[in-house]
C-alpha cells in the first residue's frame, strides 16, 4: 500500500494527538530502522533472520521497550541501538556528576 506524505502526516498527527502518542512513534521508528538495516544486512551477508531482542531505550518522560532484530550469526547490531546506548551511558554519566556535588535525587532526577 503506497500512501502519500500527505497522507503519511495526517496518519502521524493522529498518533501524536493520542496519549502516549509520542513515544508510539518513537518506538515504531526506531524499530521499523532496526528491520530495514536488518533486511539490508541479509542481503549483504546472505544471513537469515533469527526473531527478536528486547531492548531498552529512553522515550518521552518514560523507557521505551523496543524489539531489537537478531540474525542468526549473531552479529547484527543495529546503528540505531549504538547511539541510543551512546544517550544512555551520558544520562548516567551526567546524573552522577549532578549527584556526587550534592544534589539531592530528587533535583537530579528534575533533569531527565
Do not use: W
Not at 533486511?39 to 546472505?46: C, P, Q, S
Not at 548516567?92 to 544534589?103: D, Q, V
Amino acid at each position: 500500500m503506497d500512501f502519500t506524505p500527505s497522507q503519511i502526516s495526517k496518519i502521524i498527527e493522529r498518533i501524536l494527538c493520542k496519549e502516549d502518542g509520542l513515544n508510539t512513534i518513537l518506538k515504531l521508528t526506531l524499530e521499523t530502522l532496526m528491520k530495514a538495516e536488518r533486511t539490508e544486512y541479509k542481503h549483504l551477508t546472505r544471513d537469515y533472520s533469527n526473531g527478536y531482542r528486547s531492548r531498552k531505550a529512553f522515550g518521552n518522560k518514560q523507557m521505551l521497550e523496543l524489539q531489537a532484530p537478531h540474525t542468526r550469526n549473531g552479529v547484527l547490531y543495529p546503528v540505531i541501538l549504538s547511539l541510543l546506548k551512546s544517550q544512555e551511558q551520558e544520562a548516567r554519566s551526567l546524573g552522577f556528576r549532578l549527584y556526587k556535588p550534592g544534589l539531592t535525587t530528587k533535583q537530579v532526577s528534575g533533569v531527565f
